[in-house]
């Protein structure tokens, strides 16, 4: 994929929010507030030397993935991302009118750039506690592409296996996960051993500021 903001001398703030909100109130120690502190600190640090500013949200986080989107982006240098939860977010850019610490936020834009986000899918695994959103079994046969060393470990997952010729055969099917199960552990390692990737990393676009009130 091409770069996706090549603008000169454009400098971005990007915001990434999460659902689970926390407010500082509910904070379970002194060192939680000064963490959260410490971001409201390095957001309003950048909002005056940045002249875009998005606000994302994540879906399926992955870290080797954000780095992809990351490389998509200005330099280190000319562009900066902040995560954290909706509540310290909003407290760093301000709730209302009158409590924004840079006073011209007033006009947002939809950007082309929230097309390239909204298609942006890249398939990874499930974790333990994803809740899956299709049924996944695997058929009778051989299953020549697992190493004969994993026979005893899909056995003891429940699998009815046998060793022929030293390659795994598979006597019936079997169905590691269900439409609407919540992965356990050992499902998640199954669906991972047999290479079937159900959760998709997402980034949605909420909105996007430019300082200079130019459409991107």
């Known amino acids: 994929m091409d770069n996706i903001y090549d603008h000169q001398n454009a400098k971005i703030l990007t915001i990434t929010t999460y659902n689970n909100i926390k407010t500082f109130k509910k904070l379970k120690s002194n060192r939680d507030l000064?963490?959260?502190?410490?971001?409201?600190k390095k957001i309003r640090s950048r909002l005056y030397e940045c002249s875009h500013l998005f606000v994302v949200l994540l879906f399926n986080e992955r870290t080797d993935k954000l780095q992809t989107v990351r490389a998509h982006f200005?330099?280190?240098?000319?562009?900066?991302?902040?995560?954290?939860k909706n509540h310290g977010m909003q407290f760093a850019l301000g709730r209302t009118p009158p409590t924004e610490y840079y006073q011209h936020y007033q006009k947002y834009h939809l950007i082309s750039l929230e097309k390239w986000f909204n298609q942006l899918e890249i398939e990874d695994y499930a974790r333990v506690g994803n809740r899956v959103k299709e049924t996944v079994t695997v058929d009778e046969g051989l299953l020549d592409g697992l190493q004969h060393t994993m026979e005893p470990l899909l056995r003891f997952s429940g699998l009815t296996t046998t060793l022929k010729k030293g390659i795994i055969d598979l006597l019936k099917p079997f169905t590691i996960c269900s439409k609407g199960d919540v992965l356990t552990p050992e499902q998640a390692k199954l669906l991972k051993l047999f290479q079937r990737p159900l959760a998709q990393f997402k980034i949605k676009v909420n909105l996007h500021w430019n300082k200079n009130n130019e459409k991107v």
């Open 74 to 84: 200005a330099p280190s240098e000319s562009s900066y991302f902040f995560f954290g």
């Open 34 to 40: 000064e963490l959260k502190q410490e971001l409201v």
